[in-house]
Each structure stands twice: as C-alpha cells, then as structure tokens.
T-cell receptor, first 111, second 115 residues
C-alpha cells in the first residue's frame, strides 16, 4: 500500500518553461512534506519542504504547493534549466521517524 | 560542514561473501537511518537508530542483515552471507531529531553488486 504516489515516472520540459511535478498521499496524519532531487550515482539532496499549516513555500525558482483537502502536493520549477534534469522524490512525515517516499519522477529539461 | 559520509561507494562481491557498509552521520544528529533503493521497491527503510539505539528494524529483510551503531558517529550495515538479490544502492541518512519539520540528509550511497 503506497501512501505516497508519484504517478508520472518521467517528464520532459523545454528549457525556460515551467516544470510541474506532482505527488499524492493518502495519510491525513502527514504534516510535513519534502522534495528531494537525485542525480545519477549520488544520494538524494534536500530541495524544499512545506508544513501542513501552509499551502505554499517558495525558494528561488522552486515553489511547493500543498492542497490538503485533495491530499496533493506539487513542485514547480520556473524557469527550468538543463541542470534541473534529475529524479525528484517527494516524501511525507507525520512527526515520527517514518519518512515515506514516492517512487520518483525523472525530469528531463531539454536545451 | 561535512555531510553524511558512506563507504565504500561501490562494492562488487561474490555470492556468499560478507559485506559491510559504513556510515558517519552529520555531527550532532542523533537519528540515523539505513535505506535501500531498488527499481522495484523504491526507497525503503531498513532500520532506524535514535541515540545509537535501534528503534525499528522491521524493514531489515532477513536475518542475513544486521546493523550496529556503536557510537554517535559511526554505524555499519552488514550482510552475511550476501546474495545476488541484495544488489541495490544502500543509503545512510541522519537528522537532528525526528519530529515534524526536520529534514533528513542522505549520504552518497553505497552501490552494491553481488554476483
């Protein structure tokens, strides 16, 4: 039973355009959400997070939106750059040690 | 400041051999995790330590897997004997304390191939 789902395994976007990566969760107890970026042969690196008391968090080109009623979060990257090409994981947490990860979306930004 | 440090980065071993993976968490972090990443199952939690004590090892696949944390700055994950199906990337991660709002930080991973 996957509590965190990333239904799009891959996404291609033209350089300069917006990339939107989506994540759905099922557990209403989750109250903290994170996005990680992973390059090949490297570990996941933390990108941005959001608490359930907010519906938006922005950091430079990266913005995460949270829709609690729909149990949905999304990561927007604007403008997309070739260096953003990586696998993106969303993760959820409910204040315990259990961080539940999605299966990842591979983003390819085309130059 | 140094991140989570793992070794070896790559390991190729023969079936039946013992494999030991090592991890040094970020200084000051008292929570440590071992994850395994495979194509089929994604990132799965193997074991979680808090203040060097194993709290949850329910993710350890079999008795062939064991993990220790003898002190706050070192942990090992051992597979004995190793099997081809253990081939995966093993990540160590740490965080200050596990409550909402804390980010976990990953090492670069140990890429294990058992032939």
């Amino acid at each position: 039973d996957q509590q965190v789902k990333q239904n799009s395994p891959s996404l291609s976007v033209q350089e300069g355009r917006i990339s939107i990566l989506n994540c759905d969760y099922t557990n209403s107890m989750f109250d903290y959400f994170l996005w990680y970026k992973k390059y090949p042969a490297e570990g996941p690196t933390f990108l941005i997070s959001i608490s359930s008391i907010k519906d938006k968090n922005e950091d430079g080109r990266f913005t995460v939106f949270l829709n609690k009623s729909a149990k949905h979060l999304s990561l927007h990257i604007v403008p997309s750059q070739p260096g953003d090409s990586a696998v993106y994981f969303c993760a959820s947490n409910s204040g315990t040690y259990k961080y539940i990860f999605g299966t990842g979306t591979r983003l390819k930004v085309l130059a | 400041d140094a991140g989570v440090i793992q070794s070896p980065r790559h390991e190729v071993t023969e079936m039946g051999q013992e494999v030991t993976l090592r991890c040094k968490p970020i200084s000051g972090h008292n929570s440590l995790f071992w994850y395994r990443q495979t194509m089929m199952r994604g990132l799965e939690l193997l074991i979680y330590f808090n203040n060097n004590v194993p709290i949850d090892d329910s993710g350890m696949p079999e008795d062939r897997f064991s993990a220790k944390m003898p002190n706050a700055s070192f942990s090992t994950l051992k597979i004995q004997p190793s099997e081809p199906r253990d081939s995966a990337v093993y990540f160590c991660a740490s965080t200050e304390t596990v409550n909402s709002g804390n980010t976990i930080y990953f090492g670069e991973g140990s890429w294990l191939t058992v032939v």
